[in-house]
């Protein structure tokens, strides 16, 4: 067994294998073949999800890490990218139900390693969208840029709070693992509902 595989982050990697398969499936965001009305309702799914979830993981942080959460949020990206395609944000009325449930603290961390590890693959689109569209940060592609050249320094420190926030192996690990996969079928259902909705604007 190679060292990661004994980590957390190993766990979490292991445990969500299948779902992070079928959710790149699902969005299909291969640079080669993405398309721009397909990309737009792939940012409308975010933006039906992203508010939720972050509203859900904040009432479940101990206030010691809410700043350090808010820093790093994407979801003022992501609202400018809907203004600017002149899709709805739903910051104002988010579905709860779409958020997964987050008992403890290690479940928060779980959670947020679905949408840190995100961050690190929007590199790659950002860089194709630049290239194929010109979209970039301030005309609709804030999201996916996201924090840019500190995209991997946040990773960084995200690996980092989860090594100290989370034991290795055991109850707490669990709980992360479960969540994380919770969190990747949340995400699934978000997408199927949305990208079968064609009234959002391609």
Do not use: K
């Not at 949408?115 to 592609?141: F, K, M, V, Y």
């Amino acid at each position: 067994m190679n060292e990661e595989a004994q980590t957390v982050l190993g766990a979490l990697r292991a445990a969500t294998a299948a779902q992070h398969g079928a959710i790149e499936r699902l969005l299909r965001l291969e640079p080669a073949t993405l398309e721009r009305g397909h990309y737009v309702r792939v940012l409308a799914g975010f933006g039906a999800f992203v508010p939720c979830w972050e509203a859900r993981v904040r009432e479940r942080l101990p206030a010691r890490l809410l700043g350090w959460f808010d820093e790093r949020s994407r979801w003022p990206h992501l609202r400018r990218d809907l203004g600017t395609l002149g899709l709805a944000a739903s910051a104002d009325a988010p579905d709860a139900a779409c958020a997964p449930a987050l008992p403890d603290l290690p479940a928060v961390f779980g959670s947020m390693y679905v949408l840190e590890g995100s961050a690190l693959g929007g590199q790659l689109i950002a860089r194709a969208l630049r290239e194929r569209w010109a979209l970039g940060p301030d005309n609709g592609a804030a999201y996916f840029n996201g924090w840019g050249a500190r995209t991997g320094a946040l990773w960084a420190d995200f690996r980092r709070r989860l090594a100290q926030e989370v034991e290795a192996g055991g109850a707490a690990q669990r709980s992360a693992c479960a969540a994380a996969v919770a969190t990747f079928e949340a995400l699934n259902r978000t997408f199927e509902r949305v990208l079968a909705d064609g009234r959002v604007a391609a």
